[in-house]
């Protein structure tokens, strides 16, 4: 079977599921089943979020929202972070690890509001399946950051490098991304299996016009790293500025 990245959705799944039962059983559902395997390849910190998280002042206190394996959250001593994810599997690992770690949804942070002094979100909002579901998810995030906070994010881009392993149609930015768990030499019983999740990919500039649609955020630095497009932000404003967008 091939693993070539393909069109996100069937003609049946556009009429019968709602934005949210999509996500829920192109990502959702899928980490959940996956999580063991996805956290064997995620250890390795990309250099850009490392960078970030020891430039934070001593004491700071911060949030990973989408925090997988919890990679990220041990990587500055001298900062205070808590991880949240919708997959119970991959907080489980976290919280093995030493890492606090929440259930919740991105979109409902359980978090009050101006509470944290930074906030970070690697690899979550492409796969949010609308522009208004997108959109909600980054204000999310904004409304939990302190003014004058910064907040990083990083999301999949549409344009790939001559290097990386997957290639994209220009003109498809909805597409599902087989993940495949190997079969097992061991036990013939073990099959190969491969799981579809969705993702939508960013086109160059996109990610800042979301970001700078919040009315409240400042951008200071945008970018493109890893196959990634990636902004730094500053949060300008206050809660009921964005209360108001």
């Known amino acids: 079977m091939s693993i070539t990245p393909i069109k996100a959705f069937t003609e ?14 192109y990502v959702h559902d899928v980490y959940q089943a996956i999580a063991p395997h996805f956290s064997q390849t995620r250890y390795k910190p990309w250099p850009v979020v490392e960078q970030f998280l020891n430039s934070l002042d001593i004491g700071s206190i911060g949030a990973d929202i989408g925090c997988g394996n919890g990679k990220y959250l041990g990587i500055n001593k001298n900062i205070y972070m808590v991880g949240s994810d919708r997959s119970s599997k991959l907080i489980e690992i976290s919280v093995s690890r030493g890492h606090e770690g929440i259930i919740c949804d991105a979109l409902n942070l359980p978090f009050r509001s101006e509470c944290f002094d930074f906030v970070i979100s690697i690899a979550v909002i492409h796969h949010f399946t609308t522009f208004e579901r997108r959109f909600a998810a980054i204000k999310e995030l904004f ?85 990634n497009w990636y902004v730094i932000a500053r949060k300008e404003g206050s809660e009921n500025e964005i209360d108001k967008k």
Request: aromatic share 12%; hydrophobic share 30%.
């Open 143 to 227: 409304r939990i950051a302190r003014p004058g906070s910064y907040i990083l994010i990083y999301v999949w881009a549409l344009e790939q490098s001559n290097e990386a392993r997957r290639k994209f149609d220009k003109e498809q930015q909805d597409v599902f991304v087989p993940w495949v768990i190997p079969a097992d030499k061991n036990n013939q019983d073990k099959k190969e299996i491969i799981y579809n999740r969705y993702y939508h990919l960013f086109k160059k500039g996109e990610l800042d016009e979301l970001i700078e649609s919040t009315g409240i955020a400042q951008i200071v630095k945008t970018d493109y790293d890893k196959d």
């Open 12 to 25: 049946h799944d556009t009429v019968s599921l709602t934005d949210d039962k999509k996500e829920q059983k």
